[in-house]
């Protein structure tokens, strides 16, 4: 996969993608989970369709069965996607990822601790 | 440290895309310096500005245009844009007769290199289902209401195949520059949502 970048190109009169449209990212950890799977993909890990796949199977979850109200989390559909293809393949555990949050939690205790 | 049973609920989606970043990374699966090209990309360069300037080529270049139909992918490439979700790339085009619209109603596929990212309404559940069935509502919901006599089409997008929908020219366009054309190109005419406005009105 290439993912070109013909930025040279777009100054002057043609917008940036912000101007028409909204953000891109609403939060920093959904653009780097979108990156994520870019990468992965772009390294061989997947296919596009089988990761398409696994999330739209993810979505249709969420629009089946979601507490009354919550606003549609396609980035976070988009994270799980990720997370259950990387286990399907035992490329990462869930146990593993679930393993390092808990050790970046422990992180700011731990990490001037002398003995 | 007390016992806790942690699961993946346990964290937020943040905290669990930084662990999964650190151990893709420590793996070397994936490089942190990619990582952020392809964000930073996806931010800053890939947008609907891209597929604008396919349009507005279109416009000016006959031969071009016919291109486009035959082949959107090949005609996207011929100027730079090129990448994932751009696999198949079949461009639709409206007449006074046929407006084209489209959708992805299993879950949000997109012409990326031409667009960048999809818009929320977009993503949003309640567009992938009505699009289908009540096309013509939802687009006066939008604003764009059509005459008895155009015939809607709905695409739906796969994993395989994306659209682009190459609006009509307006009218009262012909002094205009390719450049300037393209500026009038917005993203939810290349979604089929909207039509391109004459300058000025």
């Known amino acids: 996969m290439t993912v070109e970048a013909p930025a040279a190109e777009l100054q002057g009169t043609l917008a940036p993608p912000r101007a028409n449209g909204e953000l891109v990212f609403a939060e920093p950890w959904e653009g780097r989970a979108f990156g994520l799977a870019l990468a992965l993909h772009a390294g061989g890990a997947f296919t596009w369709t089988e990761f398409s796949t696994t999330l739209g199977a993810r979505i249709a979850a969420w629009e089946r069965d979601h507490p009354p109200g919550e606003a549609y989390p396609y980035y976070r559909c988009w994270l799980e996607a990720l997370e259950g293809l990387l286990d399907e393949r035992g490329i990462v555990d869930r146990e593993q990822t679930v393993d390092r949050a808990v050790h970046h939690r422990e992180r700011p205790a731990g990490h001037d601790h002398t003995h | ?201």
């Open chain 2, 1 to 201: 440290m007390a016992t806790e049973t942690h699961t993946e609920e346990t964290f937020s989606p943040a905290e669990r895309t930084e662990a999964l970043e650190d151990i893709l990374t420590e793996r070397g699966l994936v490089d942190p310096k990619v990582l952020a090209g392809l964000i930073r990309n996806f931010e800053e360069n890939v947008g609907p500005m891209n597929g604008a300037k396919v349009v507005a080529h279109a416009w000016v270049d006959p031969e071009y245009r016919a291109r486009l139909l035959a082949d959107g992918r090949a005609a996207a490439e011929e100027l730079g844009f090129k990448g994932a979700q751009g696999e198949a790339i079949i461009a639709l085009e409206n007449t006074d007769t046929v407006h084209n619209v489209v959708v992805c109603t299993l879950c949000s596929c997109y012409p990326w290199p031409l667009l960048g990212l999809p818009p929320s309404w977009y993503k949003d559940p309640a567009y992938r289902a009505r699009a289908v069935r009540e096309p013509r509502r939802v687009l006066a919901e939008f604003g764009l209401e059509l005459g008895e006599g155009v015939e809607v089409k709905v695409w739906d997008s796969t994993a395989e195949v994306r659209y682009l929908v190459l609006p009509q020219r307006p009218a009262g366009t012909e002094s205009l520059s390719e450049e300037e054309l393209a500026a009038l190109v917005t993203r939810d005419a290349m979604v089929g949502i909207a039509t391109v406005p004459a300058p000025g009105s």
